[in-house]
């Protein structure tokens, strides 16, 4: 009886043995692929943090703005303000009504123009009350 006990008992270890090898050829194989998988993950990782590192380098190397930058962009807004206002203005204002002109020019049918008055004429008619003004 102690020897058949022995024997299931040799049966079960070696049973175990067995499959304790099995498991541990599977961890093994699991661990190396694992491991592969995560070195090619960092190595793309790395790459991404080599480039985000440069660009942070980069824009740590580009000028700092200072005030001349400032000032240029506020003239840039007072002048796009400016401008803006101009394009509303026009296209809001009335069309002008069509007014003879105040200095008449030369005639159509070619003749010379009128003589211009001369500085010392004295102005007469409207604005003057009737009155004649004396230039010195």
């Known amino acids: ?28 194989t699991g661990v190396w692929w694992l491991k592969r998988r995560v070195r090619r993950r960092l190595g793309t ?17 580009q000028p700092v703005p200072d005030r001349r930058w400032l000032a240029m962009t506020r003239q840039r807004r007072t002048l796009w303000r400016a401008v803006s206002a101009a394009e509303h203005a026009m296209a809001t204002a009335q069309p002008r009504k069509p007014q003879a002109p105040s200095r008449p020019g030369p005639p159509a049918d070619g003749a010379a123009p009128p003589p211009a008055p001369s500085p010392k004429t004295p102005p007469t008619g409207a604005g003057t009350g009737g009155r004649v003004k004396v230039l010195p």
């Open 1 to 28: 009886m102690l020897s058949s006990v022995a024997v299931r008992v040799g049966e079960l270890l070696a049973t175990m043995l067995a499959a304790g090898v099995v498991v541990l050829a599977a961890v093994v």
């Open 45 to 61: 990782i790395n790459h991404a943090t080599a480039a985000a590192y440069a660009g942070w380098r980069w824009l740590l190397s």
